[in-house]
């Protein structure tokens, strides 16, 4: 079965910085491009960064573009999100999924993200 874990959320400061990580599961992983999506309390689920399957195309939501980076390492079947200059407004819940900003399958845990000072 197909499953997702990401971690490495956690508190930090107003321009502080965290990498997340989301290791995958149950599925071909290098045939799959890989999304990262956040919701925050009362909000819907956004999407924030997306890669394609080789890792050569990317996109970003406007809200974090030159602020993230996303990443896959296909031996780990793992996906990065390094977050930099993080802002209040980026706390949330993390997740990962696979497909290109079109989530495939079942949601993991995801991992928190709080930016506060």
């Known amino acids: 079965q197909v499953q997702f874990v990401e971690s490495g959320g956690g508190l930090v400061q107003p321009g502080g910085s965290l990498r997340l990580s989301c290791s995958a599961s149950?599925?071909?992983?290098?045939?799959?491009?890989m999304s990262w999506y956040r919701q925050a309390p009362g909000k819907e689920r956004e999407l924030v960064a997306a890669?394609?399957?080789?890792?050569?195309?990317?996109n970003f939501g406007d809200f974090v573009k030159g602020r993230f980076t996303i990443s896959k390492d296909n031996a780990k079947a793992t996906a990065y999100l390094q977050m930099d200059s993080l802002k209040p407004d980026d706390t949330a819940m993390y997740y990962c999924?696979?497909?290109?900003?079109?989530?495939?399958?079942?949601w993991g845990q995801g991992t928190q993200v709080t930016v506060s000072s």
């Open positions: 999924n696979g497909g290109y900003g079109y989530p495939s399958f079942t």
């Open positions: 149950g599925f071909t992983f290098s045939n799959y491009a």
């Open positions: 890669i394609s399957s080789t890792g050569i195309r990317k």
